[in-house]
């Protein structure tokens, strides 16, 4: 059970990335799935949810700015963020959430490595 | 939205020590929580979730209690390896909050 994230790099203030989160080992379409990000040195913070019916959320600080979406057939996550800040620059995880038909709530459970988001 | 307060900021310990970390949620949340660790440049890992029910391979020292608003994280006996931050997640609303996490160093 994995997942991979992937697309981060170095961006200008607004500017746009598409962050992709592979996942292997399950079945993603029975999982919500979530975006946190890290700035260096600070607490973790939520950035997006999708759940399996594909309804969406997000935090003030993104919305209006952050799309998730999620392609169940290829097992793939995806973030696209628009009008990039300096704010923004971070470690971007994805994470498996919960599965409502199975009954599993752990919260976040799987966690991805990471990519890097620098907006500079 | 709820808030997550957790507390201490940080905590210096000993090996063996017992400590104790608080998370506190700005309404109730039953008992939907989670405790995760991290350590530099990796992943969070999940300990404990439910507010109290262990995640398969983390050791018993790990423990977790609370309900509604208030909850802990204890570990029994501090081992290395325990060094970490902690931080503890709110589940119930679908706009996930964590605490600003506690950092477990050596004293």
């Known amino acids: 059970v994995q997942l991979v994230e992937s697309g981060g790099g170095l961006v200008k203030p607004g500017g746009s990335l598409r962050l992709s989160c592979a996942a292997s080992?399950?079945?993603?379409?029975?999982?919500?799935i979530h975006w946190v990000r890290q700035v260096t040195g600070k607490s973790l913070e939520w950035v997006s949810g999708?759940?399996?019916?594909?309804?969406?959320y997000y935090p003030d600080s993104v919305r209006g700015r952050f799309t998730v979406s999620r392609e169940d057939a290829n097992n793939f996550s995806y973030l696209q963020m628009s009008s990039l800040r300096v704010g923004d620059t971070a470690v971007y995880y994805c994470?498996?959430?919960?599965?409502?038909?199975?009954?599993?709530?752990?919260?976040?459970?799987?966690w991805g490595q990471g990519t890097t988001v620098t907006v500079s | 939205d709820i808030q997550m307060t957790q507390s201490p900021s940080t905590l210096s310990a000993s090996v063996g020590d017992r400590v104790t970390i608080t998370c506190r949620a700005s309404?109730?949340?039953?008992?939907?929580l989670a405790w995760y660790q991290q350590k530099p440049g990796k992943a969070p890992k999940l300990l404990l979730y439910?507010?109290?029910t262990l995640e398969r391979g983390v050791p018993s020292r790990f423990s977790g209690s609370g309900s509604g608003t208030d909850f802990r994280l204890t570990i029994s006996s501090l081992q290395p390896d325990d060094f970490a931050t902690y931080y503890c997640?709110?589940?119930?609303?679908?706009?996930?909050?964590f605490g600003q996490g506690t950092k477990v160093e050596i004293k």
């Open positions: 994470a498996r959430g919960d599965n409502w038909n199975d009954g599993f709530f752990y919260g976040m459970d799987v």
């Open positions: 080992g399950f079945t993603l379409s029975g999982y919500d």
């Open positions: 999708i759940g399996t019916a594909g309804d969406t």
């Open positions: 309404q109730n949340i039953n008992e939907w």
């Open positions: 439910k507010a109290s």
């Open positions: 997640l709110q589940y119930k609303s679908y706009s996930r909050a």
